[in-house]
């Protein structure tokens, strides 16, 4: 305000006079020139008191360099708007002030004092103080809330957020203030991923509260992703309900959606069970009931929960329900307890039973959770596994029996056979033994009479059935060779040879000469067998045998490897290169029969021994040489 | 003179024996049996009526062992299972050769186990050392030690 000090218009004056201001002049050298009624009625002095006084009468003592500067920035023309400070009144109260400075000019724009407009500020600092206090209030408040809390202007601008908005959208406060809503508070919907209308944006276009959004995601500034829930309110000024702004609201829901997730996973578990998850409370009544109950069982869920658990229970198993109770008050767990329910049409079903007590945050049990599976296919199959596994028992009995059978019958031919061999040694042998001694008592009683031709006949009859009863003695041999059972012992080799010389005559001087190459290894093999194949060798060794000649017979043994062998040589007639092959066939014969007698089956039972004592055996020979037999067994330790 | 049982169903083997017997001197009456039926039947006959002296124990029986009805194996054994025929002296006389036979007779109590001979003379020499050996050298249990048993 430029104000002249030569203007005596009477309007002015009034006017002055009429303010509630302090309105006071003074000159270049701080001296009061002017003090209306204002100044009066805030500073306590009269304008008698004040006109003439230095204006520094009104200023307290720490403020004393005030003047100089107002002073110096007057002289340089310039004003003073709203310069709040602290004046002192004539009682010597101290007082908050306003003021505004404006240099005086004279007619040629000389600077000769200042006006001084002073307003008490004294009570509005302290509503401002009073507000600011409240404010500061709820600014702390709204810090301190768990909640996050984002404040804006009209316009959308952020006008203030709380640590927990900060921490959840990653913006410091300094930073956000002043910025659209959306570069901060920027959300999606959770699942479909597409911009989700700021709650702000609504109220203030609908200037009405949004309440929580559910399936929001906001994205913080570092691109962290949290599910939240918001609200949204309009601010709004006292008194004329002008909107000034909105108060955001939200909150981290990811612990709770978390819970929340588990619950419904959960719960799709429970509902996707192919088993029955059963509850129910300790007086048995059912409390749930999933969807595997409903397919096993045949209830409903509305017609199952409410009804007692015994609606499940065949009535001769009751007593289970009792003994299950009984064991989950004691908060005992029942495991896979194999039981039989009945289902909504009456029909049995064989059901594997997990039992558990439900327990109240207390501890206390409530009820019981029943995990019932359907085992009756289990059940069919362990039925089926029986039956099979009878079905095998029997099909091994009969077999058993079939072998049992089979043995006897074959016990029986061998029994048979062995009847039969029987039989042949003595019905065949007997007339045989007749024709002989037939022939034997016509040359003995009636000799005389018959004449030599006769006689020779006699003979020939003689012959024949020696020759026939050798046959038949062979073969006999030859069949219990090929069915007797076979023992493996040690066998000493030199004591058999010796014993099996000692009883043959023909094996002695003068008959012939046996040479017995001491030691004779042992071998391992069947007593008798070996026996028959040593007495079949030595006998043809001296039997074949040039006429004048003496047989010599040397026997020796050698150890070729594990195997021992023996040999039996002659010096005999020796054998047909031809032949060779042959010699160890059924009735195959080398030498002349006429010259030689023998039946054409010693070597076969030697060859049908050595085999069934797992031996080998063979032969070098030369015409006139002489033989060499072997046959080659398993070794044996020297005793 | 105490006879001799001959338990013999081949007929020609009982005229080759009686012969061999006339040839090797032996004087004893010959009782044949056919069977081991016939030869149970006599020797019970003779415990039954043991105290006529017409029907003295024989001083030998020549037991075959293959036989039609009663085997001589059987034969044997009842024998042997008879208080006074206990000591009773049986000779087997058998084509049988095997070891089986030869064991099982002399565990069911033969004395002796001859196997039949294939020609007269060898069957003649037997019945000699049968007379030498068993008529005159052996001292045999008398028929009352017998019984008494």
Not at chain 1, 161 to 181: D, H, I, Q, R, S
């Amino acid at each position: 305000m430029v104000a002249s000090a030569h203007d005596p218009s009477r309007l002015l004056s009034a006017i002055i006079d009429s303010s509630d201001d302090a309105i006071i002049s003074k000159n270049l050298n701080s001296i009061i020139t002017s003090w209306n009624k204002g100044a009066e009625k805030i500073f306590g002095y009269t304008a008698q008191e004040a006109i003439g006084q230095p204006v520094t009468i009104l200023i307290p003592e720490d403020r004393a360099d005030e003047e100089p500067s107002i002073l110096s920035r007057i002289r340089r023309g310039e004003r003073i708007d709203h310069y709040e400070t602290v004046r002192r009144t004539k009682d010597g109260r101290l007082l908050d002030i306003s003021l505004t400075v404006s240099p005086i000019r004279d007619e040629h724009g000389t600077i000769i004092g200042a006006s001084k407009i002073a307003r008490d500020i004294t009570e509005q600092r302290l509503i401002q103080n009073k507000l600011r206090e409240s404010e500061e209030q709820y600014r702390v408040t709204l810090a301190s809330i768990g909640d996050g809390v984002i404040a804006t202007d009209e316009q959308g601008g952020v006008t203030f957020m709380n640590a927990v908005a900060e921490t959840l959208t990653g913006w410091k406060k300094e930073e956000a203030l002043g910025k659209p809503l959306e570069a901060i508070f920027c959300i999606v919907n959770e699942f479909t991923r597409a911009p989700v209308e700021n709650p702000v944006a609504i109220v203030l276009r609908k200037g009405v509260v949004v309440g929580m959004a559910n399936h929001t995601m906001l994205i913080a500034r570092d691109g962290t992703e949290r599910p939240i829930a918001d609200s949204g309110a309009p601010i709004r000024e006292t008194g004329n309900g002008t909107l000034r702004g909105v108060v955001l609201v939200f909150r981290d829901v990811t612990e709770s959606r978390i819970a929340e997730m588990a619950t419904q996973r959960l719960a799709a578990v429970i509902e996707s069970s192919d088993d029955a998850i059963i509850s129910k409370n300790l007086d048995g009544i059912i409390t749930s009931w999933n969807k595997g109950a409903e397919s096993i069982l045949g209830y409903s869920s509305s017609e199952a929960v409410g009804k007692p658990i015994t609606l499940l229970i065949p009535p001769e198993r009751r007593s289970e329900e009792r003994e299950i109770m009984a064991k989950l008050r004691t908060g005992e767990r029942i495991q896979h307890f194999d039981t039989v329910r009945v289902t909504k049409n009456g029909k049995e079903i064989d059901v594997s039973l997990t039992i558990s007590p439900i327990k109240d945050l207390s501890g206390q049990i409530t009820g019981a959770s029943k995990i019932m599976r359907d085992i009756s296919e289990r059940k069919q199959i362990e039925r089926d596994l029986r039956e099979a596994k009878q079905q095998l028992q029997t099909r091994a009995e009969d077999l058993e029996n079939k072998v049992r059978e089979r043995t006897a019958r074959l016990q029986e031919m061998v029994t048979e056979l062995e009847t039969f061999s029987y039989s042949v040694s003595h019905d065949l042998r007997a007339p045989i033994r007749a024709i002989q001694q037939y022939a034997d008592i016509l040359a003995e009683d009636y000799g005389d009479k018959l004449d030599d031709q006769g006689r020779a006949y006699l003979k020939r009859i003689t012959s024949s059935t020696t020759r026939l009863d050798a046959l038949i003695r062979d073969v006999l041999t030859y069949s219990r060779v090929v069915r007797s059972d076979v023992r493996f012992e040690p066998v000493d080799t030199e004591r058999l040879v010796r014993e099996i010389v000692e009883q043959y005559p023909n094996f002695q001087a003068p008959h012939a000469e046996i040479e017995i190459e001491s030691p004779l290894l042992p071998i391992t093999g069947h007593e008798a067998f070996l026996t028959q194949c040593l007495s079949n060798l030595i006998g043809n060794a001296v039997k074949f045998i040039a006429p004048g000649q003496t047989p010599h017979v040397r026997i020796s043994t050698e150890r070729r490897g594990g195997m021992v062998r023996i040999y039996v040589q002659d010096n005999g007639i020796g054998i047909d290169p031809r032949d060779l092959d042959r010699i160890f066939g059924m009735f195959e014969r080398s030498a002349p029969e006429q010259k030689y007698e023998g039946t054409g089956i010693g070597l076969s039972i030697v060859r049908k021994a050595v085999e069934r004592m797992n031996g080998k055996l063979g032969v070098e020979s030369e015409l006139g040489k002489g033989s060499l037999f072997w046959i080659e067994l398993t070794g044996a330790e020297v005793k | 003179m105490r006879p001799i049982l001959l338990v013999e169903d081949n007929k020609d083997d009982v005229l080759f024996i009686k012969r061999a017997m006339e040839k090797a001197g032996i004087v004893n009456p010959l009782h044949v049996a056919s069977d081991g039926k016939e030869a149970i039947e006599y020797l019970e006959k003779i415990i039954a009526d043991s105290s006529m002296a017409g029907h003295p124990l024989p001083a030998l029986v020549l037991l075959d062992l293959q036989l039609p009805c009663v085997r001589g194996m059987d034969v044997l054994k009842w024998i042997r299972e008879q208080a006074a025929l206990r000591t009773l002296i049986v000779i087997i006389h058998s084509s049988s050769h095997l070891d089986i036979d030869i064991a099982e007779a002399y565990r069911l109590g033969a004395n002796s186990f001859l196997v039949k001979a294939p020609a007269s003379a060898e069957l003649t020499r037997m019945m000699k050392l049968i007379k030498e050996y068993w008529l005159e050298l052996n001292a045999s249990a008398s028929d009352e030690a017998g019984k008494s048993v």
